[in-house]
């Protein structure tokens, strides 16, 4: 599987953004995908996460104005980010994992860079 995440940019705080996540081959449907991000100095944090059954997860930090999606038709998974708060800048990394191991990814995408100025 092939990942190619895109849509950062820089943006306000209490702006929104959309990332997307298209992924390559036929077996995108079995994944569970998720969306990580990491911040300058900081480790790589799991951010959401959608599995093969549409339950999706999120950390705390985010919960509540942050959504996943996916699109099995099109090969994408999605995170709408609304309310955008500087601590949100990071480089995103979509993933793809087996059996909702998120700590434990088969795939990565290359990261799309977030900046929200405060």
């Known amino acids: 599987v092939q990942l190619q995440a895109s849509g950062g940019g820089l943006v306000q705080a209490g702006d929104s953004l959309r990332l997307s996540c298209a992924a390559s081959?036929?077996?995108?449907?079995?994944?569970?995908m998720g969306w990580f991000r990491q911040a300058p100095g900081k480790d790589r944090e799991f951010v959401a996460g959608i599995n093969s059954g549409y339950y999706t997860y999120y950390a705390d930090s985010v919960k509540g104005r942050f959504t996943i999606s996916r699109d099995n038709a099109k090969n994408t998974v999605y995170l709408e980010m609304n309310s955008l708060k500087p601590e949100d800048t990071a480089v995103y990394y979509c993933?793809?994992?087996?059996?909702?191991?998120?700590?434990?990814?088969?795939?990565w995408g290359q990261g799309t860079q977030v900046t929200v100025s405060s």
């Open positions: 081959g036929r077996t995108f449907n079995s994944y569970d």
């Open positions: 993933a793809a994992v087996r059996s909702s191991r998120w700590s434990t990814p088969d795939y």
